[in-house]
């Protein structure tokens, strides 16, 4: 589905006023560079299981813009978006359609591991600008990296790869793991290991379905005969709600204690009620982060969208901080890339969830929180890993 944010009017009227330029000869590249809107493209779920992720990243996205006064380098903003729908399938033709027919300066997107695929090959072949505001691909900022890729989000072993010595500490060694069967399920997996089996624990199943599928009743009943000492796991958006909810139904919840990589109680608390009451998870955000950056952030952002920001808000609202850093190094010239890259790439990044800077691979080296959440509320407990970052193993930046 293509939502366009510009209407075909607008679309004529600009493009006669660009050929009405060209002939008086006002388009000298450099010129045209200052002065044309800066076209920023939006490929991320609007629909599915990750629709409100989606809404959650543009709105974090805009609200920096919007404290800039709407404005990139001096250059006012034009929008194209793509609903990605979280098909991978579709990654590669959806990307095309910001790339080729829109000719956006930059992709922000996206979500799902599966469809940053297609953006990552889109954007190594084309050369554009793309911002990862979510997806934890470790490809992306790892063998497959590239001068042009930057993430404000994380990689997916990130967020889990404090939480094993979290459980150890309680006595927890025997874990059943569950997630969906894709790379975000399995690289969560990975970041959960690493913590967890040298420290002595043992993972006694994993188990798995596809994404987005939500069919967990047979799992749950799995998890039930094996009595494993607590249950870890990677959901997300609508399933994420799904998940919790059913645990609790279940007759899990207060049993076999539940966590995970933090997005199972990300934009979700409102919907599952009690049954996230209490579950433990790690992430590089927290909704109760007492700072000064973080209560301003959260203010504005419920002051101007009527609800309350989570971690992909921020995520959006940092690639909109990030994209703004670029814009005014060179200008608002896009075409000065080794000049935006650089200062991107140097970027540090005064975040809600606090500063991050920007690892030579271009991926986030940041906190990670540990987290509970009560009445309501994903509160934070400690920091479980102080300025944590990903390998980037295989990244050789071309
Ligand atoms: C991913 O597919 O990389 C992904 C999706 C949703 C999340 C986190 C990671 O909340």
Same mark, same amino acid.
Request: aromatic share 8%; proline share 3%.
């Given at each position: 589905m293509i939502l366009a944010t510009t209407t075909r009017r607008q679309i004529i009227t600009s493009s006669a006023a660009l050929a009405g330029a060209a002939s008086a000869g006002f388009l000298a590249t450099g010129a045209q560079a200052q002065t044309s809107k800066l076209r920023v493209g939006l490929m991320l779920p609007?629909?599915?299981?990750?629709?409100?992720? $989606?809404?959650?990243?543009?709105?974090?996205?805009?609200?920096?813009?919007?404290?800039?006064? $709407?404005? #990139?380098?001096?250059?006012?903003?034009?929008?194209?978006?793509?609903?990605?729908?979280?098909?991978?399938?579709?990654?590669?033709?959806?990307?095309?359609?910001?790339?080729?027919?829109?000719?956006?300066?930059?992709?922000?997107?996206?979500? =799902?591991?599966?469809?940053?695929?297609?953006?990552?090959?889109?954007?190594?072949?084309?050369?554009?600008?793309?911002?990862?505001?979510?997806?934890?691909? $470790?490809?992306?900022?790892?063998a497959l990296c590239a001068p042009n890729v930057f993430r404000t989000s994380f990689t997916n072993s990130q967020p889990t790869h404090a939480l094993g010595p979290v459980l150890l500490a309680k006595g927890q060694k025997k874990v059943v793991w569950i997630s969906w069967k894709y790379a975000a399920g399995d690289e969560s997996l990975e970041g959960f290991k690493e913590g967890f089996i040298a420290g002595g624990g043992s993972i006694v199943k994993e188990l798995g379905l596809p994404f987005p599928n939500v069919e967990f009743q047979a799992l749950l009943t799995e998890i039930a005969a094996l009595k494993p000492d607590a249950v870890v796991c990677f959901f997300s958006g609508g399933g994420a709600v799904k998940f919790l909810?059913?645990?609790?139904?279940?007759?899990?919840?207060?049993?076999?204690?539940?966590?995970?990589?933090?997005?199972?109680?990300?934009?979700?608390?409102?919907?599952?009620?009690?049954?996230?009451?209490?579950?433990?998870?790690?992430? =590089?955000?927290?909704?109760?982060?007492?700072?000064?950056?973080?209560?301003?952030?959260?203010?504005?952002?419920?002051?101007?969208?009527?609800?309350?920001?989570?971690?992909?808000?921020?995520?959006?609202?940092?690639?909109?901080? #990030? &994209?703004?850093?670029?814009?005014?190094?060179?200008?608002?010239?896009?075409?000065k890339k080794v000049d935006l890259y650089k200062s991107m790439g140097g970027a540090v990044i005064d975040s809600p969830r606090g500063k991050w800077t920007m690892s030579k691979a271009h991926n986030?080296?940041?906190?990670?929180?540990?987290?509970?959440?009560?009445?309501?509320?994903?509160?934070? &407990?400690?920091?479980?890993?102080?300025?944590?970052?990903?390998?980037?193993?295989?990244c050789k930046m071309g």
């Open positions: 609007y629909t599915g299981t990750f629709a409100q992720l $989606g809404v959650a990243i543009e709105n974090g996205f805009r609200l920096a813009l919007n404290e800039q006064g $709407g404005k #990139l380098g001096g250059r006012e903003v034009e929008f194209f978006k793509v609903d990605d729908e979280s098909e991978p399938a579709k990654g590669i033709e959806n990307a095309n359609k910001l790339v080729q027919r829109d000719k956006v300066d930059a992709i922000i997107g996206t979500v =799902h591991s599966g469809v940053q695929m297609g953006i990552q090959k889109v954007a190594r072949d084309s050369g554009v600008l793309s911002i990862i505001p979510n997806a934890g691909l $470790g490809a992306a900022t790892r909810k059913d645990y609790a139904a279940a007759g899990l919840k207060g049993k076999i204690p539940l966590y995970g990589s933090g997005f199972l109680t990300e934009g979700v608390l409102e919907a599952a009620g009690s049954a996230a009451e209490g579950v433990m998870t790690t992430l =590089h955000y927290a909704d109760s982060l007492d700072t000064p950056r973080n209560k301003a952030f959260r203010l504005a952002y419920a002051k101007a969208f009527k609800m309350q920001p989570d971690v992909y808000a921020v995520q959006g609202y940092d690639a909109g901080l #990030l &994209l703004i850093k670029g814009a005014n190094a060179v200008k608002g010239d896009f075409t986030p080296i940041q906190d990670i929180y540990l987290r509970v959440v009560k009445n309501g509320e994903n509160k934070v &407990l400690s920091v479980a890993a102080k300025a944590l970052s990903d390998s980037g193993a295989g």
